[in-house]
C-alpha cells in the first residue's frame, strides 16, 4: 500500500464454508448495487492511526513501501480470491460522480499484473486517476511516482481533488492467499484548511458502518483519552446499543512509564472492572510491526516479537487473560464474530439478491438478443420489422398514437385557418366596426367540431364589406354586359379575396405534418437500428432521400389542388349550394330593415336560441293568421326594410359568394388532409421496404460479408448484455449458496 498514514480501514475475515457466498455477494455489490446487507468488518478511526499498515500485514498479501507525504485520498477496496492458478492482480475504477447516483461506473484500469512489485505503481496510478476526473486516464497509466506525486498536488492544479467517493477496486487472485476482502478508507480529519472536506470525509465513514450487518472496528492509540476520539462518537451514533463495536488498542508501545494512569485505565477495561467504556464484544490490542522489522522479518517473526512484547511490558502482561491481545488473536475471534452477523444477515441478503436478480433479467430481457449466423436473413428481417412499425405508426395501429394524434391537430387546424379566410359581408351602407361578422347561428359551433377552441392557428380575417363596397366592386367589373347582368368577374374578384390565403394555410399545414413525419422517423429508427451503428448510418441515409421525394411528391399534388381551388371555380355540390344560397340570402335581407327589422338592435339570450329561419318562419305564419296568405320572407323585407330594389344585386352577389365559400371551406377542408395523408404519409411507408431493401445491394457478391459489417453491434449493448448475464450468472449463485443454508 503505497500510503504511510491510512484513515479508516475494513477487512472481512470468513470461515470457508461461508467465503465463496460473501465473496461473490460482494464482487456483485461493487457493479450491481446489491445494498448493504453484505456483511462486513469496518474498522475507523483519526488519520495519523496507522490502522492501514495493520490491515495490510494482517492480510500478509503485498509488501508496500511506506514512504512519507502521501495519505489515502480515496476508498480503496482490495479483495483476495484463493486461485487455483498463478498469482495476479487487476486494478481497476469505480467512478461515482454523484452522491445519488445509484449505479457507480465500473472502468478497467490495469492491465493483468502477474508481480506483486508492481501492484504498488498501480495502486498510485489509480488514485491519481479517480483524483484527477479532469484528465484522461490514460495519462496516469506510464507515470512514475514523482510524477504521480506532482499531478496530484492541488496547489499545482486546483481541478484536482484532495478528496473523492470514487473507489480504487484491487481484486488479488492468489493461490497460497487466504479469502479475505478490506477497504481503505481516508481517515477522519479534526482540521483542515478547507473545512468541506472534514464533512465529506466523516460521511464517507458514516456510510460505511451505518449498515446493521457491519462490525465496527475502533481503533484507538494506546495513549489517546477514551473521551476524545471522533471514531468512538461516530460509532455510537451508529451503534448506540454498542453490540456491534470492538475496540482495539493501537500503538501500545506509545505508553510510557509515567502513564500510569493510563495503564491502570487499560487494565481495568480488559480485566472488565471499568463499565463506563465496556462494549459488549469488548477490546483488543494489537502491535504493528516497525518499519525494520516489516523490511526483515517474515510474519511468523513479527508475530514472535509481538506476542514477546506483550509477555514482558506492562500493563499488558499483568491482565488476567492474554487472549485479546495480539494480531492473531484478534483474527480468529472476528472470524466467529463475523459468522454470527452472517447468520443473522442471511435473509436480508437473500431477500436483495432476489429484487436485485429479478431487476437484472428484466433489464436483461429488454436488450436484443444475440444474432442468428445468416447476416442476409437478419438484416432483412430488421429491415421489415422497421418497416411494420412505422406503417402502425401512420395507420395508428399501435399503441402509441401521439402521431396519428399529431397529424390530426394539424388539420384541425388548417381547417380553423381556411374558416376564418370567410368573407364578411355587411349588407349595410356602411361598415359599423363595433359589430361582429354575421354568422347564421349566433353560437359558435368550434365545440361541436371536436377541436381545441384555444389551439394555436393562423387566423387570415377578411376587411368587412359593406353593400357599397360590393356595389363598388360590381361597377368595376361591368363591361358590355346588358342591363340587369351581374357581371361573373364580379364573383371571381370577391371569391379570389377569400381564397389568397389558401395556399399558405395548405403548405403550412402540409409542412407542419411532414416536419412530424421526420421526428416520428428519426426516432423510431434511432431506437430499432441503433444497436447497429453501421446499419443505422446506411438506413438514415436512405430514409433521408425516401422522406425527401414522399414530401416534395406531395407538396407538389397540394400545391395543384389549390390551385385548381382558384381557377374554374364550380360545384357538383348543386344541392347544399343553393340551400346556403337561400339561407344567406335570407340572412343578409334580415339586415337591411331600418329599426322595424327582425334582427335590428342586439338580440336577447331567447332570441339567441332561435335560428333566423325560426323566426322568419314565425313571422310568415303570424302574417297569414292574419289573412295575408300570399306573403313571403322575401316579400316581408322587401316591404319593411331598405328597398331591395336597389341592392337587390349586391344582396345576390354577396349571399352566392358567401355560399360558395361554404362549399370550398369543406371541401378542402378534407380534400388537402386526404391528399397529405395519401401522397405523404401512405406513399412514405409503401415504398419504404422496397427502398431500404433495394439499397443493400444483395445481388453482389460480397453482400453476405457487407451484411455483417453493418450487423456489427454498438459496444456499448455488448457490454451491457455480458454485464447483466454475469450479474444473474452471480445473483443466481449468491441465491443457491443463501438457499442452500436453509434460510
Known amino acids: 500500500m503505497p500510503m504511510k498514514r491510512m484513515g479508516t480501514w475494513l477487512r472481512y475475515v470468513y470461515t470457508p464454508l461461508m467465503v465463496t457466498l460473501v465473496l461473490t455477494a460482494m464482487h456483485v ?87 506483486a512489485d508492481e501492484v504498488e505503481i498501480w495502486i498510485r496510478r489509480a488514485q491519481a486517476a479517480v483524483l484527477c476526473p479532469h484528465l484522461p486516464r490514460e495519462t496516469f497509466l506510464t507515470k512514475g511516482r514523482e510524477d504521480l506525486k506532482a499531478l496530484t498536488d ?19 487472485y492468489d493461490p497460497r492467499g487466504a479469502d479475505l476482502s478490506f477497504v481503505d478508507l481516508p481517515g477522519l480529519i479534526e482540521n483542515h484548511e478547507d473545512e468541506s472536506l472534514i464533512p465529506l470525509v466523516e460521511q464517507m465513514v458514516r ?157 436483461l430481457a429488454s436488450i436484443p438478443s444475440n444474432l442468428g449466423a445468416d447476416a442476409i436473413a437478419e438484416v432483412i428481417e430488421i429491415i421489415s420489422s422497421f418497416c411494420g412499425k412505422m406503417k402502425d405508426v401512420v395507420y395508428g395501429q399501435g399503441e402509441d398514437k401521439s402521431f396519428v394524434h399529431e397529424c390530426r391537430r394539424q388539420f384541425g387546424m388548417f381547417e380553423r385557418s381556411i374558416r376564418s379566410t370567410a368573407p364578411d359581408f355587411r349588407p349595410t351602407l356602411s361598415v359599423d366596426l363595433s359589430q361582429g361578422p354575421i354568422e347564421l347561428d349566433p353560437a359558435d359551433d368550434v365545440d361541436k367540431l371536436g377541436i381545441d377552441p384555444h389551439a394555436e392557428y393562423t387566423a387570415y380575417p377578411q376587411k368587412p364589406l359593406s353593400l357599397s363596397d360590393v356595389e363598388r366592386v360590381i361597377q368595376e367589373s361591368t363591361g358590355w354586359e346588358l342591363p340587369y347582368n351581374i357581371p361573373y368577374e364580379a364573383k371571381v374578384r370577391l371569391i379570389r379575396g377569400f381564397m389568397k390565403d389558401w395556399p399558405e394555410a395548405g403548405m403550412q399545414c402540409h409542412n407542419n405534418v411532414a416536419d412530424a413525419l421526420h421526428r416520428e422517423v428519426q426516432v423510431t429508427a434511432k431506437d430499432h437500428f441503433g444497436r447497429f451503428p453501421p446499419l443505422q448510418r446506411l438506413i438514415d441515409s436512405v430514409l433521408r432521400t425516401v422522406l425527401d421525394e414522399c414530401v416534395e411528391g406531395s407538396r407538389i399534388i397540394v400545391v395543384n389542388a389549390l390551385d385548381g381551388e382558384n381557377t374554374l371555380y364550380g360545384t ?49 305564419a303570424a302574417l297569414r293568421s292574419l289573412g295575408l296568405q300570399d306573403v313571403t320572407v322575401h316579400e316581408l323585407y322587401r316591404r319593411w326594410g331598405l328597398p331591395l330594389e336597389r341592392f337587390e344585386d349586391e344582396v345576390t352577389v354577396m349571399a352566392e359568394v358567401r355560399s360558395y365559400f361554404d362549399v370550398t371551406h369543406k371541401r378542402v377542408s378534407d380534400s388537402i388532409p386526404q391528399a397529405v395523408k395519401l401522397n405523404l404519409l401512405i406513399r412514405f411507408v409503401d415504398v419504404l421496404q422496397a427502398r431500404l431493401i433495394g439499397a443493400l445491394t444483395l445481388s453482389s457478391a460480397d453482400s453476405a460479408q457487407r451484411m455483417r459489417d453493418l450487423l456489427a453491434e454498438d459496444p456499448e449493448i455488448t457490454r451491457a448484455r455480458a454485464k447483466l448475464q454475469d450479474s444473474v450468472m452471480r445473483l443466481e449463485r449468491i441465491k443457491r449458496e443463501v438457499d442452500a443454508f436453509g434460510v
Not at 213 to 219: E, P, Y
Request: glycine share 4%.
Open 207 to 363: 456510510s460505511y458502518i451505518k449498515p446493521d450487518s457491519t462490525l465496527i472496528l475502533v481503533t484507538v492509540p494506546a495513549a489517546e483519552d477514551l473521551e476524545n476520539p471522533k471514531a468512538l462518537k461516530l460509532a455510537r451514533q451508529a451503534d448506540p446499543d454498542k453490540r456491534r463495536t470492538i475496540g482495539v488498542v493501537t500503538k501500545p508501545d506509545g505508553l510510557t512509564p509515567g502513564d500510569t494512569g493510563k495503564r491502570k485505565m487499560w487494565r481495568d477495561i480488559f480485566d472488565g472492572e471499568v463499565s463506563k467504556y465496556q462494549l459488549q464484544k469488548g477490546y483488543y490490542c494489537v502491535r504493528l510491526p516497525s518499519d525494520e522489522e516489516r523490511r526483515h522479518a517474515s510474519r511468523t517473526k513479527t508475530e514472535q516479537i509481538e506476542r514477546a512484547f506483550f509477555d514482558g511490558t506492562a500493563p499488558w502482561k499483568d491482565l488476567k487473560s492474554n487472549h485479546r491481545l495480539g494480531i492473531p488473536n484478534l483474527v480468529h475471534d472476528l472470524s466467529g464474530l463475523l459468522m454470527e452477523i452472517i447468520e443473522r444477515a442471511l435473509p436480508r441478503m437473500r431477500e436483495a439478491a432476489a429484487e436485485r436478480l429479478s431487476q437484472c433479467r428484466q433489464e
Open 154 to 172: 492541488h496547489s499545482r492544479d486546483p481541478n484536482v481533488l484532495l478528496f473523492t467517493r470514487s473507489v480504487v477496486v484491487i481484486d488479488i
Open 572 to 620: 357538383q355540390n348543386r344541392q347544399y349550394l343553393q340551400r346556403m344560397r337561400d339561407r344567406w340570402l335570407a340572412r343578409y335581407q334580415s339586415h337591411m330593415s331600418a329599426g322595424r327589422s327582425l334582427y335590428s338592435g342586439p338580440l336577447s339570450a331567447r332570441d339567441k336560441q332561435e335560428s333566423a329561419e325560426e323566426r322568419e318562419n314565425a313571422a310568415v
Open 29 to 115: 455489490q461493487r457493479s450491481e448495487w446489491l445494498g448493504s446487507e453484505v456483511p462486513r468488518i469496518v474498522v475507523i478511526g483519526a488519520q495519523s492511526s496507522e490502522r492501514a499498515d495493520h490491515a495490510w500485514s494482517v492480510a500478509g498479501l503485498i509488501n508496500v513501501p511506506r514512504d512519507s507525504g502521501t495519505c489515502t485520498r480515496c476508498p480503496m477496496e482490495c479483495t483476495v480470491f484463493v486461485s487455483e492458478s498463478t498469482w495476479s492482480c487487476i486494478v481497476s475504477l469505480r467512478m461515482v460522480h454523484d452522491a445519488r447516483q445509484r449505479t457507480p461506473l465500473i472502468i478497467p484500469f490495469s492491465p493483468p499484473i502477474v508481480s
